[in-house]
């Protein structure tokens, strides 16, 4: 295959023009109108002919009902990997994010749903918060608390810093007396390994114990996928969806019916956010047919992680392809920067 040849100055230039006013305006772009703003001193002719290239290139496109251009997906990904500078967020704004982010809130569900509403309010688009793979988290010990002759309590510490606590009926009493060796039983082939190689292997862990006699063993055995599961801490959050609805691209009402199961069937997103692989400042953008599911080939993602402890977390911006790529970058950035350092000290 041909390598593809690199864009001159004057193509960069009117690419970039047209990506910008197609965003702001939503209406295909015409030659006059770059001639006039883009800075080129060239004729409309002159810019027809640069638009037909690029337009043969697959960076733009044209409605048929248009002489004007839109940009592809190719277009817009030129204009985010190469044309593109980040917005500084404004006084305003950066205000409004540490406002919605309660100083004073400790519960992650409430900061999680919070973020998404500041993500969705300042870039009128979908906001997204995932909360933290807690799957992944690391098992640092267990300890067992005898409450009373048929109810232990079991405390789960993972190296993130998450303590959760279980209760578990046994059907006689376990001499108390024994708790200790049992706990450290359980530390010795478990510690160390995520909730998902826990709940996974436990079974092959403990095979070598014989069920008499190891009554609690054998509760954790069969029990595993309750006592380790962390899925309730592990909720999504969106906020925004009538700032989509709202969109010139949403017109059709099949667009919209489409859209709304899109964001009912939340694990789609999730899926789709697991796949993705972030650059090394956490930043990622996937435009239109980018995306691996044919549910999201019209919108644009935008997003980065955070950090809860040892675990990461995941923040977005969803909209249609024609999004404000520089200032929703920005914002997003700084979120997720936000939202770890607020952890820090929740």
Not at 25 to 41: M, N
Not at 154 to 181: D, Q
Request: net charge negative; charged share 25%.
């Amino acid at each position: 295959m041909m390598k593809e040849r690199a864009l001159t100055d004057r193509e960069k230039t009117v690419l970039q023009s047209i990506v910008i006013d197609f965003i702001q305006s939503a209406q295909p772009v015409g030659s006059r109108h770059i001639s006039r703003k883009s800075g080129l001193d060239v004729s409309p002719a002159t810019i027809r002919n640069t638009m037909a290239e690029l337009e043969e290139l697959g960076y733009l496109t044209h409605p048929h009902t248009s002489a004007g251009r839109v940009p592809t997906d190719k277009g817009y990904r030129y204009y985010v990997d190469s044309l593109m500078e980040m917005s500084q967020l404004t006084s305003v704004d950066r205000r409004a994010i540490a406002i919605h982010m309660d100083p004073n809130a400790q519960d992650i569900e409430e900061i999680l749903k919070r973020t998404s509403q500041v993500l969705s309010r300042l870039s009128d688009e979908l906001g997204i918060v995932f909360a933290p793979k807690f799957y992944r988290g690391i098992l640092e010990k267990l300890e067992l608390v005898e409450l009373s002759s048929d109810k232990l309590l079991v405390v789960i510490h993972i190296k993130s810093g998450i303590v959760k606590t279980v209760l578990l009926e046994v059907s006689h009493r376990i001499p108390r007396e024994r708790l200790p060796g049992i706990a450290r039983l359980l530390n010795e082939r478990l510690s160390g390994l995520t909730l998902s190689e826990v709940t996974r292997t436990i079974d092959e862990r403990f095979r070598d114990i014989p069920e008499d006699g190891n009554e609690i063993i054998q509760l954790f055995v069969n029990n595993a996928d309750m006592v380790f599961d962390f899925s309730g801490r592990g909720s999504i959050h969106m906020s925004g969806t009538n700032n989509i609805i709202r969109q010139p691209e949403m017109q059709d009402p099949k667009k919209i019916t489409q859209f709304i199961d899109l964001v009912e069937k939340s694990e789609i997103l999730a899926l789709l956010l697991d796949e993705v692989e972030p650059r090394e400042d956490d930043l990622f953008i996937t435009i239109g047919s980018e995306n691996k599911r044919a549910e999201i080939a019209e919108y644009s993602i935008v997003g980065s992680t955070y950090q809860y402890g040892g675990l990461k977390g995941t923040i977005a911006i969803l909209g249609p392809t024609r999004m404000y790529y520089d200032r929703i970058a920005s914002l997003v950035q700084i979120t997720a920067n936000l939202i770890s350092e607020k952890f820090e000290h929740v």
